[in-house]
């Protein structure tokens, strides 16, 4: 069932993207490609490649090949190339599966090939090669099939090698790599064939060879500006940092040598030990920081790099290949908070993965006692802090993206809003209007109320998720589940629940007290609209947050002032999200219901996941723990634990009250230890250098008379066997 769901995944992908390419008008799809082709295109004027409007960003071969496509039909091309474009894609999947370092089960790689696939897919460099119309597939797939081939098929590896440096030179560093391996008649056949494919276009194209090669030094220039962000290697980075001329080509020259040096050392220490899809992945990846251009649709190679293992706990295991396929599948507003210090690292994080391919990231080798087995991370370990910060942020990221795109009506949202003051009047709970007032007309309380509904939203859950990271790891992976389902849940309510606040709910006479009187007949509602979706208001996370810190302050404490401030927090934040007019009542107990939802889902989450994990072996009584030393968030949490557990204000009566309890399992043992030491036919255990030099100062012939054990493993009693009967 997985494996079918998995593979209709990837089909639905697949079928997505070429419906967003083919439905587009002809004049908008494959830009690039029909801007050469086109009536004016610089393939069918005759004229220099590297001239005009739209000029060729490819090498004189690639547009060697791509001349017989002038007499193509626009409409027929486009579907031609959008189907071969992901026929390559397909065979790149499975090339890098079949690449993969073993021991796989037959079954993961039948799972493998799906989740490349899925992966390609959504990557932005696919998805840019699929809009634009680019041929970047195509050298990625020769030179990792090269590489691949080895043994009597090494030659004809260097030979595609070589074809794909002729359409990408900057993989010609793969010829560096075959020699260093000791590969040295494929690095002679890559460099033979890169020449002859270069002389074959430069007999048939002198005058663009001579633009591209000479002029444009290897197609710099060529398209977008060099400093467009689009562009990730280091020259493109130093140019957007403001360096020109001389010295930055001073500063560029070093940083190239160096990375391709280490990347060099790196790759020949995977391939030798017998990791040859991450060898190519961090020489591509060396290729891409070094290269004078790497747009998005030639960063193939960093997402190849999701096979490097890196970290020895389970849990760390995800840390590496989630950075990857979030930063090759999601822009940079989504990978980094829009604050100005950050956005160096969203804009540039493709380069900055690159780099730590090349040259950073201890990959782990096969040799490695945990290559397959990594340690397990327990249910009360720290998880990967990373990992985590990756995952808030972009769970964020996809909560304002979803709250942001829900529906926004005016006339839907209203109407909701009429409903719920409706029910409210019903039940009589209809309290926002009054409370409203009361707040508009007391200004030190409005001021209050701003503050409070501004400020504690993020403040306390973010604090409390921090302190339990570092005191609680085990209740941090329980309530951090419950948070997030509840905000995917409110995530339901906020698109197919779109609900006006009372402060948007005309001829009411509701109370903006933060934003001031609203012109409702704007459509964008003054400054509202910079913030979020303003009818994003059920359920109302505010409160459902609030009530979530207040269930995991009593899970971890049992003080009585500290569960009072607890239970007092979503009792407050009810009250200031209705005297500011941005909620009703329901809408609270709609956030309340999404929590305990979450939590509910939380729990069942983690009975599955106790009722699958394997059983741990038993160890017998004062034996030591064959785990090892525990982690330290789980001592920290039981340390915690004993001074919360016994309920009172005073933990250091409740330690002295608790120590002699603490005793009795201890004597209770030693007492249990001393009393098999006087039964009969049960000794001590004895070094076996012990017995082994007492038998050596015994008497001669005191072994003919020692004792055999029974059948149960026992001697008779006395040590000794009784001599056998004469006959």
């Known amino acids: 069932m997985a494996l079918a769901g998995l593979w209709l995944l990837a089909g639905a992908l697949a079928v997505r993207q070429a419906r967003a390419i083919l439905g587009k008008p002809v004049d908008e799809r494959l830009p690039d490609l029909l801007g050469w082709l086109g009536d004016n295109g610089a393939l069918q004027e005759r004229g220099s490649l590297y001239e005009g409007v739209s000029p060729f960003t490819g090498t004189p071969l690639a547009g060697l090949v791509l001349t017989p496509l002038t007499r193509a039909a626009e409409q027929g091309l486009g579907v031609a190339w959008t189907f071969g474009t992901m026929a390559l894609v397909v065979a790149l999947g499975v090339v890098a599966v079949r690449a993969l370092p073993g021991p796989l089960s037959p079954r993961a790689r039948l799972f493998a090939v799906p989740v490349a696939l899925t992966l390609l897919a959504v990557s932005v460099p696919v998805r840019n090669t699929f809009h634009l119309g680019q041929t970047s597939v195509l050298p990625v797939l020769l030179v990792l099939v090269g590489w691949l081939l080895t043994g009597r098929r090494a030659r004809l590896g260097g030979v595609l090698t070589g074809l794909g440096a002729a359409l990408q030179p900057a993989v010609l560093l793969f010829a560096v790599l075959l020699w260093l391996v000791r590969r040295r008649e494929a690095a002679i056949a890559t460099a033979a064939s890169f020449a002859a494919a270069t002389a074959v276009a430069w007999a048939a194209l002198p005058g663009d060879s001579w633009t591209y090669w000479v002029h444009h030094l290897a197609g710099t220039g060529l398209g977008e500006p060099s400093d467009a962000v689009a562009n990730q290697s280091l020259h493109g980075v130093l140019l957007r940092a403001g360096l020109r001329g001389p010295l930055e080509i001073l500063l560029l020259l070093p940083l190239v040598v160096g990375v391709c040096w280490l990347a060099l050392r790196r790759a020949v220490r995977y391939a030798r030990d017998e990791q ?431 004792a055999a054990p029974s059948a149960g493993g026992q001697p008779p009693e006395g040590g000794r066997r009784a001599p056998a009967p004469r006959e």
């Not at 989504?334 to 990231?361: D, W």
Request: aromatic letters at 8%; one cysteine or more.
């Open 276 to 706: 040859p899809l991450l060898a190519a992945a961090v020489t591509g990846c060396a290729v891409i920081a070094a290269s004078p251009v790497a747009w998005q649709h030639q960063q193939l190679w960093v997402l190849l790099a999701v096979v490097g293992r890196v970290g020895k706990r389970s849990g760390d295991r995800l840390m590496w290949p989630v950075l990857v396929a979030l930063v090759m599948s999601l822009t940079s507003d989504a990978l980094v908070p829009k604050i100005a210090v950050l956005g160096p690292l969203g804009e540039n994080a493709p380069l900055i993965a690159a780099l730590l391919t090349a040259c950073v990231i201890p990959f782990m080798p096969r040799t490695s006692e945990t290559w397959d087995r990594p340690l397990p991370s327990g249910p009360l370990s720290r998880p990967n802090l990373m990992l985590e910060l990756m995952l808030i942020r972009v769970g964020y990221w996809a909560y304002s993206y979803v709250r942001g795109h829900a529906p926004d009506g005016r006339d839907l949202a209203e109407g909701h809003g009429e409903q719920i003051l409706r029910w409210e009047s019903v039940l009589h709970i209809d309290m926002e209007h009054a409370l409203n007032l009361a707040a508009a007309r007391t200004p030190w309380l409005e001021a209050a109320c701003n503050y409070y509904y501004t400020t504690f939203h993020f403040l306390v859950p973010l604090s409390l998720l921090a302190w339990l990271y570092l005191r609680r790891p085990g209740t941090y992976r329980k309530t951090r589940t419950a948070l997030s389902f509840a905000t995917l849940l409110a995530l339901i309510g906020f698109y197919f629940y779109p609900l006006a606040p009372p402060r948007l709910m005309p001829g009411l006479g509701y109370i903006d007290t933060a934003h001031g009187p609203q012109d409702l007949e704007d459509p964008d509602f003054g400054a509202l609209t910079e913030i979020s979706n303003q009818y994003a208001a059920m359920p109302s996370l505010h409160v459902g947050w609030s009530l979530w810190c207040a269930v995991v302050i009593f899970l971890v404490t049992r003080r009585r002032w500290i569960r009072a401030l607890g239970a007092l927090y979503p009792l407050l934040t009810t009250y200031v999200v209705m005297a500011t007019a941005n909620h009703y009542l329901l809408d609270a107990v709609g956030g309340a219901i999404v929590v305990g939802t979450g939590f509910w889902l939380a729990h069942l989450i983690a009975r599955a996941k106790d009722r699958h994990a394997p059983e741990e072996p038993e160890t017998p009584e004062g034996a030591g723990s064959p785990s090892g030393p525990k982690d330290t968030g789980s001592a920290g949490e039981a340390k915690d634990a004993a001074v919360e557990g016994s309920g009172g204000d005073h933990p250091e009566e409740e330690g002295r009250e608790a120590a002699p309890a603490a005793a009795e399992p201890a004597r209770a043992a030693v007492a249990a230890g001393q009393a098999d030491e006087t039964k009969p036919g049960v000794r001590a255990t004895v070094p076996r250098q012990s017995r082994s030099s007492a038998a050596d100062e015994a008497e001669p012939g005191a072994e003919e008379g020692a």
